[in-house]
């Protein structure tokens, strides 16, 4: 990932939460480059710029994209199940990960089409499939932001989001 000047540096395994919000930076930014370049190629084969972002884009959501869901998922989540104000919204996170991971699964194979082939199968069905992604993860993000996260940074003990990010950190040396 390029540096950008400027731009605060990422979280450390000491800020789990952090990690995660620095997650969600990189999924609005690379979403933005699917649905951009969907947007603007219609009709076309793609350049090789928009090649080049486009399976950067694919690849950050293959390899990266599982691991933060299971971050949540396996990491976070189960230390707030217990909390009743909470349960509905991480019900909610957890089907919007398996939407969106479906979701993935169809762009990919459309995107992977359009790169070998020069046009996309169904190119309406990609705008679509990109549209529903921007969607969904704006309110996704604003939820585990605006609410889960505080709640998890005012509930867990210390020690707690520690041990959280150890289980971040020994994900990716498994990867």
């Not at 076309?44 to 293959?62: I, K, Q, T, V």
């Not at 509905?88 to 089409?113: C, I, K, N, P």
Request: net charge negative.
């Amino acid at each position: 990932m390029p540096v950008q000047i400027g731009a605060k540096p990422d979280s450390g395994f000491d800020d789990p939460l952090g990690i995660l919000k620095d997650c969600h930076r990189r999924i609005e930014r690379f979403l933005g480059v699917l649905c951009l370049v969907a947007e603007r190629g219609t009709g076309r084969a793609l350049s090789a710029d928009e090649a080049e972002a486009a399976r950067a884009a694919l690849r950050y959501f293959r390899e990266s994209g599982p691991r933060h869901n299971a971050d949540e998922e396996e990491s976070l989540f189960p230390r707030l199940q217990p909390a009743a104000e909470i349960v509905a919204q991480v019900e909610r996170l957890e089907d919007e990960h398996s939407r969106s991971a479906q979701l993935h699964e169809s762009v990919d194979r459309q995107f992977t089409v359009w790169l070998a082939d020069g046009a996309p199968q169904d190119h309406d069905r990609l705008l679509r499939e990109t549209a529903e992604l921007r969607e969904m993860y704006a309110g996704h993000i604003r939820l585990e932001e605006d609410v889960v996260f505080p709640h998890a940074a005012a509930v867990l003990e210390p020690q707690v989001i520690a041990e959280m990010g150890e289980e971040f950190r020994a994900r990716r040396n498994r990867t």
